[in-house]
């Protein structure tokens, strides 16, 4: 079993940054891919952007492409989302994901990754 911590969420006005963590406990030898997810209240949960295991190949949704940076550092069980220029439509809660072991692909759809974190709220005023 996987577990996943998000923290770095916040209030931060619109043009500012932040940085989102997502640890990574237990199974954390899978080699799985990951990726960042956003929820705002009365949406569907959309991807943000994913990683794989490798850090060699990223995908992120249009709406953030060039804003937002995905990392991950595997000798601490850790992944990144660095957000700039944060608008107003960027509010929601942040999740990050993991699929399972040999699953090493990018995916984009939430039904694709097996593990959650319970998710951090990002909120950006305008």
């Known amino acids: 079993q996987v577990q996943l911590v998000e923290s770095g969420g916040g209030l931060v006005q619109a043009g500012g940054s932040l940085r989102l963590s997502c640890a990574a406990s237990?199974?954390?030898?899978?080699?799985?891919?990951m990726g960042w997810f956003r929820q705002a209240p009365g949406k569907e949960r959309e991807f943000v952007a994913a990683i794989t295991w490798s850090g060699s190949f990223t995908n992120y949704a249009d709406s953030v492409k060039g804003r937002v940076t995905i990392s991950r550092d595997n000798a601490k069980n850790t992944m990144y989302l660095q957000m700039k220029s944060l608008k107003p439509e960027d509010t929601a809660v942040y999740y990050c994901a993991k699929r399972a072991f040999g699953l090493v692909q990018i995916a984009v759809h939430p039904r694709e990754y097996d593990y959650w974190g319970q998710g951090t709220q990002v909120t950006v005023s305008s």
């Open positions: 237990g199974r954390t030898f899978s080699n799985g891919a």
